[in-house]
């Protein structure tokens, strides 16, 4: 059993920033990928950021330059930094990891960007 914990959400001004962490705890060899997804309402889940486990990254045009998706593999624990936040940016965001061929995703944390 893989559980995935999220952490950090919150509420921000337009402009500034917030860092989520997510943490994989459980049945674990080794994390292939790790990734932040993000759900609005009325909106589908999208892929922000993921990170191999080698540190290849790979973002979202919305996210490019102004978000950092990083890890540590020794604490199975993914970060994202996000910088210069919009409105737009509110959503729900949620971690996933991709163990042995499963995905496992977090139960997620709201993001709220507004004055």
């Known amino acids: 059993q893989v559980q995935l914990v999220e952490s950090g959400g919150g509420l921000v001004q337009p402009g500034g920033s917030l860092g989520l962490s997510c943490a994989a705890s459980?049945?674990?060899?080794?994390?292939?990928?790790m990734g932040w997804y993000r759900q609005s309402p009325g909106k589908q889940r999208e892929l922000v950021a993921q990170?191999?486990?080698?540190?290849?990254?790979t973002y979202a045009a919305s996210a490019r330059g102004r978000f950092t998706i990083s890890r540590d593999n020794a604490k199975n624990t993914v970060y994202l930094q996000m910088n210069s936040l919009k409105p737009e940016d509110t959503a729900v965001y949620y971690c996933?990891?991709?163990?042995?061929?499963?995905?496992?995703w977090g139960q997620g944390t709201q993001v709220t960007v507004s004055s």
């Open positions: 459980g049945s674990i060899v080794s994390i292939n990928i």
């Open positions: 990170i191999t486990s080698i540190g290849l990254t």
């Open positions: 996933n990891a991709l163990i042995l061929n499963r995905v496992y």
